[in-house]
């Protein structure tokens, strides 16, 4: 089945340390984004891929880095420059702008 | 002010009532999306509209470009359309509202 997979699900790390979430989609899509939920507030925007080899910053890219060697993964890396890491990450992917996003299941990383 | 406003911000109603949730937006927009987040997290996309009206079973959606707002309604609700329901714009990027938190009692 057609679909996008995020790992782990729940994920703990120490403060101080990088992560990487895992995002990866067989929908044959070109583009992909990460964005990060936090309570009450709307999902926010860190970084898209409209293409293999390319990614633009968006609202809250600050402490976040991303990769897009192949065009069906695009992992996050949290470093410890991101102030207040702890929330739910949520990857998505579509073919292209004015395009349905298809969502991961997302992963919830605790920072302690 | 956020670009995208939602209303209410929690919804609770008994089985078979008709709900409506509201978006509002401030810009213009290429296209609006209705997102429904279950309690586990996941996120499935249940409409995408830049005119008009669109139905899909018990969910209907509308947008009024001119007044820059959509509405959400679900007929004859039931306690699985218990969800978080957000509505999205289209811009340069997409943008979110803070979601709706809706619970149908049965």
């Known amino acids: 089945d057609g679909g996008i997979t995020q790992s782990p699900k729940y994920l703990f790390r120490k403060e101080g340390q990088n992560v990487t979430l895992s995002c990866e989609q067989n929908?044959?899509?070109?583009?992909m984004y990460w964005y990060r939920q936090d309570p009450g507030q709307g999902l926010r925007l860190i970084y898209y891929?409209?293409?293999?080899?390319?990614?633009q910053k968006g609202d809250i890219a600050e402490g976040y880095s991303v990769s897009r060697e192949k065009k069906e993964s695009f992992p996050l890396t949290v470093t410890s420059a991101q102030k207040n890491p702890t929330a739910f990450y949520l990857c998505?992917?579509?073919?292209?702008?004015?395009?349905?996003?298809?969502f991961g299941p997302g992963t919830r990383l605790t920072v302690l | 002010k956020n670009e995208v406003e939602q209303s209410p911000q929690n919804l609770t109603a008994q089985e078979g009532e008709f709900i409506t949730i509201n978006c509002s937006y401030s810009?213009?927009?290429?296209?609006l999306h209705w997102l429904q987040q279950h309690p586990g997290g996941g996120i499935v996309s249940l409409f995408m509209l830049s005119s008009g009206k669109k139905k899909h079973g018990r969910l209907i959606a509308t947008i009024n470009i001119q007044e820059k707002h959509s509405s959400l309604h679900i007929t004859a609700s039931h306690p699985r359309d218990s969800a978080v329901y957000i509505c999205?714009?289209?811009?340069?990027?997409?943008?979110f509202g803070a979601g709706t938190r809706l619970t149908v009692k049965p």
């Open positions: 891929s409209q293409i293999v080899n390319d990614f």
């Open positions: 810009v213009g927009i290429s296209a």
């Open positions: 999205a714009v289209e811009i340069d990027d997409m943008r």
């Open positions: 998505a992917s579509n073919r292209g702008p004015h395009n349905e996003q298809f």
């Open positions: 929908l044959n899509h070109d583009a």
